[in-house]
């Protein structure tokens, strides 16, 4: 009987790694909190050997269509007025000419969800209560479901893991805050933005404002210097009070964005970290993507760490199907190299863009030398 696996998170990693498994021959299962596919997020990028990844899932040009189409940015000064433009990148994408591909994360994650629907179990609107691990599989309780027993369990639940703090313990020794709160949300594109985005920087304070949906949504990023406590677990109408707190004193379009966030229905909220531990596994469990290793937005790659981590790890469980230990071993230390990478791009004294050949050596950090050929 093939192996059955547990995965913990549909966002971007949890679907990949189904993906994989179910390539090997594996049997995988996701679950999720949320009730459905979350509309919102960002605009995420798929770099380097990531782009390798998705070509051999037959998902280059599906990823290619929904692409951005972003012409250009205006970096602002505190009061909204222009001091500097370019054509040649944008803030969130970088350079257009590098060959990376930016799409939205609600997007990316609807397209791993149709990808998957057939030969992967979903489980909605349910998370992890327990797992009890013994010599042949782990026992798993659910809010919901019944218990189950599955071989092997995966956290790809994000930065804040549950999973991860169900087995591993405590958070704080794992989590590196970098002292930024940020929220997303979307709102009408009251400006009139085609294909073009704003940002401001003023030491941890700034935004992001960019168009969607045929510029008819404008996507909003706000970031501001976080104090103790502004990570505490607040309902969505705190957060988005605690962010018009922080944010009250910001000039230019800010105060027309504050107000519109009260109606947002994909509001997003949290305190930026890095995730550094090691090992990634415990027995028959290990993490995937933000919840092993997440290197933060700030580095542009969480997305791709994500995406070649799925195929690391279901490759290496292919390898020795009877042995877990052996494959999850393997696993990190195929990525730790790459993971170290890419987290090192993150340097929030740094006044600009990151260096195009550090940028260009953390996307392309490691050999894949079994990946399939394009489908």
């Known amino acids: 009987m093939a192996a059955t696996t547990l995965i913990s998170g549909a966002g971007i990693a949890g679907p990949a790694l189904a993906w994989w498994l179910r390539h090997f021959g594996f049997r995988a299962t996701v679950v999720e909190r949320a009730a459905a596919l979350r509309r919102g997020g960002h605009a995420i990028d798929i770099r380097g050997r990531a782009l390798d990844v998705t070509a051999a899932m037959g998902l280059a040009d599906a990823v290619h269509d929904l692409r951005t189409h972003m012409r250009g940015m205006s970096a602002l000064d505190a009061d909204g007025k222009e001091i500097f433009r370019t054509e040649e990148r944008s803030a969130s994408g970088g350079r257009f000419d590098s060959g990376d591909v930016e799409v939205f994360r609600d997007d990316l994650c609807r397209l791993l969800l149709d990808a998957t629907r057939d030969g992967v179990d979903y489980i909605w609107n349910d998370s992890i209560t327990g797992v009890t691990q013994d010599g042949t599989g782990c026992a ?20 804040r893991s549950h999973l991860r703090n169900l087995v591993f313990g405590d958070e704080a020794p794992f989590l590196h805050p970098l002292g930024v709160g940020l929220a997303f949300f979307t709102v009408p594109n009251y400006l009139g933005l085609a294909d073009w985005q704003y940002t401001h920087r003023s030491g941890e304070n700034g935004y992001i404002i960019f168009p969607n949906r045929d510029n008819t949504e404008l996507r909003v990023g706000i970031g501001f210097a976080a104090l103790p406590g502004d990570d ?78 799925a195929y690391v790890l279901a490759r290496e469980l292919s390898r020795t199907p009877a042995d877990h230990a052996t494959a999850f071993a393997r696993y990190e230390a195929k990525m730790q190299p790459y993971v170290t990478l890419n987290q090192n791009l993150v340097d929030l004294t740094r006044d600009g863009p990151i260096p195009d050949e550090q940028f260009d050596a953390a996307k392309n950090g490691i050999l894949l030398e079994e990946l399939p050929p394009r489908r």
């Open 140 to 159: 798993v309780t659910f809010e919901h479901a019944p218990q189950r027993r599955f071989d092997l369990v995966v956290g790809a639940d994000g930065l």
């Open 232 to 309: 505490a677990r607040l309902d969505a109408a705190g957060q988005k009070a605690l962010v018009a707190e922080r944010c009250g004193q910001m000039r230019g379009e800010v105060p027309r964005l504050l107000a519109a966030m009260r109606d947002a229905t994909d509001f997003y909220y949290g305190v930026l970290a890095q995730v550094r531990m090691s090992p990634w596994s415990s027995g028959r469990v290990t993490l995937l993507g933000d919840a092993g290793y997440c290197p933060s937005p700030f580095s542009g790659q969480g997305t791709s760490l994500a995406l070649v981590g």
